[in-house]
């Protein structure tokens, strides 16, 4: 299994501004995501994190809004960029890869924007 | 497009009742089906079921998966008020590595 840690773990922003989300891994892994899961839903992928390249983002979601760093193999970032309170929502990050056996996910980052 | 569906959204039983949600998804490249409980804000993984692993089975959870019908069971026995929680299943596409496609979930209360 992997340990992954996220900061912060909640948030109240105003609108307009922007937040930037950690996510740790205690191990090198290979594969590094980005979920939201809005009020009520279920989890929705914004994007795959890669390593030393631009993130992979999925249909609905761009780097504009979404900017995703990854500079190693064990830590990301991502920022929710001039926020509105429809980007209130759970974010979370999960690793997958080489040595794990299935997809394992942070502790989330609640974020609620004014 | 890909999808994964689950039945009921929510339900509510009390302890020692025996639950089975369900999970049916349209994939074009499946590779395996994981099923994930969460509590707060972090989905923990229960199981995962391939081609090669199609029924796992922990303590009072089990599963199942059937890949003529592309659904898949969870089975809960001797309900505890702990399992209250959203479960959720996922699928996983082979060609994309990785991504996970998510399932509504399905809540469920467990009433003392």
């Known amino acids: 299994s992997a340990v992954i840690s996220q900061k912060p773990s909640r948030d109240i922003c105003q609108r307009g501004t922007s937040l930037t989300i950690q996510c740790q891994v205690d191990?090198?892994?290979?594969?590094m995501f980005w979920y939201r899961q809005q009020p009520g839903q279920s989890l929705t992928l914004i994007a795959t994190a890669n390593q030393g390249s631009e993130a992979t983002y999925e249909s609905g979601f761009v780097i504009d809004k979404f900017p995703i760093s990854r500079p190693n193999l064990t830590f990301s970032t991502l920022t929710v960029s001039n926020m509105s309170p429809e980007d209130s929502s759970i974010y979370l990050c999960?690793?997958?890869?080489?040595?794990?056996?299935?997809?394992?996910f942070g502790p989330g980052t609640r974020l609620t924007v004014l | 497009e890909d999808k994964v569906v689950q039945s009921p959204l929510s339900l509510v039983v009390h302890e020692g009742d025996t639950v089975t949600l369900n999970c049916s998804y349209e994939?074009?490249?499946?590779?395996?089906l994981l099923w994930y409980k969460q509590e707060k804000k972090a989905p923990t993984f229960l199981f995962m079921l391939t081609s090669s692993g199609i029924e796992k089975k922990s303590g009072r959870l089990s599963s199942i998966l059937d890949k003529k019908e592309l659904s898949s069971i969870l089975n809960i026995t001797a309900t505890q008020t702990g399992d209250s929680a959203i479960y959720l299943c996922a699928v996983e596409d082979r060609s994309n590595t990785g991504k996970l496609i998510f399932g509504q979930g399905t809540t469920l209360q467990v009433k003392p």
């Open positions: 191990s090198q892994v290979t594969m």
């Open positions: 994939v074009t490249n499946f590779r395996s």
């Open positions: 999960s690793v997958d890869g080489v040595g794990l056996d299935t997809q394992y």
